[in-house]
């Protein structure tokens, strides 16, 4: 039986090499997809916090950078959610004399930082004493000793800085000189714990201080940002580690601040690699939000896979019915006939694995470029590619190469599984799939109402659950979809079409089963395409349009180093101006559930003076007065008030971005959350929550116009000095942490899977023109002309085009309206170029799957001996 099948396999791939081409490439692609998704996940499933200030460090003692939340969901045990955080939680300085006297330590160090401008640009200062934990070393001169002495580094420096030079610095909005005592080399040390540095300052990116003038500026008496432990010769890390784990515990010993209850807050003790996690803050963040993005969008692959490769199979099978009918009506047992086709398919599927698995690894690498060119990924996140991640490819080939023996057996079922006779008629679609397909509408309808009544994630989830489920359905209903197009396409087509519309009409009159394999494909392309670039093309419109009516501003002000405390108020005496309101960014954790299960959101928000802001940055306040915004309140958005059943005068609970838990009242709520925030806090509220009180802070400036302005931006630079003074700013706008990455990932998701889906129809279409030579090369033996054949052909490929079109555009914008409804109050918006974008390839690639494959037919006088050359 075996040397049965196997005849049957390699005769019936030699015979069909063209179909199982289009196979192969759909494999190939898969195979390629899924290994570099995969490889993504692994790699950042491995990902950490590049090591660079504590090199030489064998343990690093930091605070707790996470949050936590337990609750019970319904009929479990309790679950507990955790987020990371982004501002620094510090230690408390009690700390260090308990981690001295640790047996085995050699040093314990500690260490503080914080931005600082010099002549215009960033730069970050830290203690002297400290450097030694990265390994830096003076290459001239002497360590700081006097409040007014400075160390810089000298591997990033713009204009090189000399022994003795004086230059002024500016730390927390006030200008001091100093003078430059020593230059040190060594690792980049210039990145700050939980600091970004956009560029390098003109003396280097590190700027060392005395020790007690570096605490004194970091403006914390009372507590640490970290602390280096060196280790005594001879004692172990993990010995050590032990020690200092257990003297911590021993004095109860917490991180900063007031946490909410069940939210431990122990400090952290970080060796290896984990050491990094005391200086890249947004990276443990980053890395949750990646994962959890690559495996939604793995997911989303490997759904369309089984979609795309199920597809392809079925449809190059299903060319051969005939002849698997014909093999059961001579003898061919239903065991041999399965077996030949699984052999078939496997030994088209192991080759297209392997080619795909080879190519993933320079298509990870290529999206790891991306991912860094684009700035998705924070400073300091490293993605690891050990030597044996690089077998994650082959894991993902066997998964293809299952798909498609899966997907085999599928399509062969029904001919090994009648009787021989009955297996040489063509099966018409049963009444189980039309009632399967009505369901999954049904619930693809349900769910999309869903998302109306959720916010945020949920709704985006409920919305993506409704796409693929009406994807699914259109696929089941797609010959009785192909029938309702017809009666609606037939009559142009044979009232404007001639001939060759009125045989386009009857052929897809006759072969609707044919046509709705046809369509699927495009549905899938459309719809998906649509969703992923619909949903963020439409959150960034609402949200630039609300930020454009929101802005009132006619200047900005800001500094590196941070503005003077007293800056708003002395631009507020600036002669002719109108209005001035400090700007603070900064981030909340909102403790919630989700069906029923524990649930932590991390949102971007602003502080803000309060006194005037609605004629620099007017948030649309709805109910209550933004006047009233001091520490203790808050005002909330709109849609996030409705969720939480918020009101003027009722209470939200939140935690800050030090993980610190505070009881607020609410005094307002407003309607620009898109562009604004879900929360505004005032400024002194959320300055005390930050890492580095006015850090990235700016001013906002109401003026007159014309020369009333310019006369304005003159004082204003004269009231604040070493402030940049910036005219029509650009609108102020919130934006989520992982925005970047989701809009790169997504992109490269959408980019790959719809070229995927692209491939795909593009095989469909040229199976199903390939499988219908016969008949074409029959109407031309009939006497239909070639040019009536061509025009036929683009007929029925316009017709599959317009048809899957719709139907996909019609699965995309019901589950996009709802969730443009729930999130952003409004219509879905697709850019018209993209859309432009989706039918032109739609249209192009409908046309190539179905023109070329039917040249060897329309080619030549005699068209039996065209289509005999052209058979295989």
Excluded at 390 to 415: D, E, H, S, W, Y
Aim: with cysteine; glycine share 12%.
């Amino acid at each position: 039986m075996s040397t049965a099948t196997r005849l049957l396999a390699t005769r019936a791939a030699r015979t069909h090499r063209r179909a199982w081409a289009a196979v192969f490439a759909a494999l190939a692609l898969t195979s390629l997809l899924l290994g570099v998704f995969g490889l993504t996940l692994a790699s950042a499933g491995l990902g950490h916090a590049r090591v660079e200030r504590y090199a030489a460090a064998d343990l690093v003692v930091a605070g707790d950078q996470n949050t936590r939340y337990t609750a019970k969901p319904w009929g479990s045990d309790p679950e507990t959610a955790e987020a990371g955080l982004t501002e620094r939680v510090r230690v408390p300085a009690a700390a260090l004399a308990v981690v001295r006297k640790v047996p085995g330590v050699r040093a314990a160090v500690p260490d503080e930082v914080f931005p600082v401008g010099v002549g215009g640009r960033a730069g970050v200062g830290r203690p002297w004493g400290a450097a030694r934990l990265a390994s830096c070393s003076l290459s001239e001169g002497r360590a700081p000793r006097a409040a007014d002495e400075v160390v810089v580094s000298d591997g990033h420096s713009r204009q090189r800085v000399r022994l003795g030079d004086r230059v002024t610095i500016r730390v927390h909005g006030a200008d001091r000189p100093y003078t430059v005592v020593g230059r040190t080399h060594g690792p980049n040390t210039g990145t700050g714990i939980g600091i970004s540095t956009s560029t390098e300052a003109d003396v280097g990116t590190a700027v060392y201080f005395s020790t007690a003038q570096a605490h004194r500026l970091a403006g914390h008496p009372d507590s640490l940002a970290a602390i280096g432990i060196r280790a005594q010769q001879g004692v172990s890390t993990q010995q050590l580690y032990e020690r200092v784990r257990h003297a911590l515990d021993d004095k109860h010993l917490k991180s900063v601040g007031r946490r909410a209850d069940g939210d431990s807050a122990r400090l952290r003790v970080l060796t290896g690699n984990g050491r990094g996690a005391a200086e890249f803050l947004e990276v443990a963040p980053a890395r949750q939000e990646m994962l959890g993005l690559l495996a939604s969008v793995a997911a989303t692959m490997v759904l369309v896979a089984l979609l795309v490769v199920s597809s392809t199979i079925v449809q190059a099978l299903q060319q051969r019915a005939h002849e698997l009918g014909l093999l059961r009506a001579v003898g061919a047992t239903p065991r041999q006939l399965r077996g030949a086709v699984g052999r078939e398919v496997g030994r088209v599927a192991a080759g297209a694995a392997l080619v795909g698995a080879v190519g993933a690894v320079p298509a990870y690498v290529g999206l790891r470029a991306l991912l860094h060119a684009r700035g998705a990924l924070p400073e300091g996140f490293e993605l690891p590619l050990p030597p044996y991640l690089l077998a994650a490819p082959l894991v993902t080939a066997g998964l293809t190469i299952l798909v498609a023996r899966i997907a085999a057996l599928i399509a062969c079922a029904r001919t090994a599984k009648v009787r021989p006779a009955q297996a040489l008629r063509a099966a018409e679609p049963g009444t189980a799939r039309r009632i399967s397909g009505l369901v999954l509408l049904f619930v693809g309808f349900s769910s999309a109402g869903t998302a109306t009544l959720q916010h945020g994630a949920a709704a985006a989830a409920a919305a993506g659950a409704a796409t693929v489920t009406l994807v699914i359905a259109c696929a089941l209903l797609g010959p009785w979809i192909a029938q309702g197009a017809l009666r609606v396409l037939g009559t142009p087509m044979r009232r404007f079409g001639g001939p060759g519309g009125a045989l386009a009409a009857a052929n897809c009159a006759a072969s609707a089963r044919r046509l709705g394999a046809a369509i699927t494909p495009v549905v899938l392309v459309t719809a998906f395409v649509a969703v992923q670039l619909s949903a963020g093309a439409t959150l960034t419109h609402a949200g630039g349009g609300q930020a454009e009516r929101a802005a009132r501003a006619d200047l900005a002000v800001r500094a590196d180093g941070g503005l003077p405390g007293d800056a708003v108020e002395r631009i507020r005496a600036v002669d002719g101006v109108r209005a001035a309101t400090g700007v603070l960014r900064g981030t909340v954790v909102l403790a919630g559930r989700e069906t029923g299960s524990p649930k932590l959101e991390r949102l971007p928000v602003l502080g803000v003076t309060p006194q005037g802001l609605e004629r620099t940055l007017d948030p649309d306040v709805t109910g209550g007065d933004l006047r009233a915004l001091r520490p203790g309140t808050v005002a909330v958005g709109g849609d996030r008030a409705r969720a939480l059943d918020a009101h003027p005068g009722s209470t939200v609970t939140l935690r800050f971005g030090d993980g610190q838990e505070a009881r607020l009242k609410v005094v307002a709520t407003y309607e620009r959350a898109l562009a604004l925030g879900d929360f505004l806090f005032s400024r002194e509220e959320l300055a005390r929550h930050t890492a580095v009180p006015g850090r990235g802070e700016q001013v906002l400036v109401a003026t007159g116009h014309g020369r009333a302005e310019q006369r304005a931006a003159d004082a204003l630079a004269r009231a604040v000095p070493g402030a940049q003074v910036l005219r029509h700013p650009e609108p102020v706008r919130v934006e989520a942490g992982d925005q970047a990455l989701g809009e790169v990932v997504t992109g490269a998701a959408v980019g790959a899977i719809g070229g995927y889906t692209v491939i795909a129809v593009l095989s469909t279409l040229a199976l199903i023109t390939v499988g219908r030579r016969p008949e074409l090369t029959l109407l031309r033996l009939a006497g239909a002309g070639r040019g009536q054949l061509r025009r036929m052909l683009r007929l029925e490929a316009a017709a599959t085009a317009v048809t899957g079109l719709v139907v996909g555009a019609v699965a995309a914008s019901v589950p996009l309206l709802a969730f443009s409804l729930a999130v952003a109050r409004t219509v879905p918006y697709l850019p018209p170029g993209q859309a432009a974008l989706i039918v032109a390839v739609v249209a192009v690639t409908a046309l190539a799957g179905t023109l070329p494959p039917a040249w060897a037919v329309l080619r030549g006088r005699y068209p039996g001996a065209a289509s005999n050359s052209g058979a295989r």
